[in-house]
């Protein structure tokens, strides 16, 4: 079993569940967080903290976001190199500085904020 990411973290991102993660098991993919499958030790203590409930155990995944269970578990299938997740302090920090990752990420997927 594992938890996943789905689609309300798009244009959210605030990085709250990293936080209390014990294994640090979210990383950055481009358009949201995504959890290792094979790090997450299915603890839910992530789930509360997410303020649009994007996160859930792997078997209680809404039908309409079947596929971020793929989603969430391919790039590590893959072997791809995703960064590991920044603290919530961090990305904010970083969302502060003109011209950065974080900074447009925001505008690229949620203009309005
Ligand atoms: S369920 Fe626990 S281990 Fe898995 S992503 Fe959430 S906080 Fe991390
Ligand atoms: S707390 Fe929710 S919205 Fe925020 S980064 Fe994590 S999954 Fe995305």
New binding site residues.
């Given amino acids: 079993m594992?938890?996943v990411v789905a689609e309300p973290c798009i244009g959210v991102k605030d990085h709250a569940?990293m936080n209390?993660?014990?294994?640090d098991?979210?990383y950055e993919a481009e358009d949201q967080l995504v959890?290792n499958p094979d790090?997450?030790?299915?603890?839910?203590?992530?789930?509360p903290e997410c303020p649009v409930e994007a996160?859930f155990p792997e078997e209680d995944l809404p039908e309409k976001w079947a596929s971020y269970t793929e989603k969430n578990a391919r790039p590590f299938q893959e072997g791809q190199e995703l960064p590991t997740a920044p603290y919530r302090e961090e990305w904010e920090a970083e969302r502060a500085k003109p011209g950065s990752t974080a900074a447009g990420y925001y505008e690229k997927y949620s203009p309005l904020t």
């Fill in positions: 594992t938890y569940c209390v993660c014990p294994v098991c979210f959890i790090e997450c030790i299915d603890c839910g203590a992530c789930v996160i």
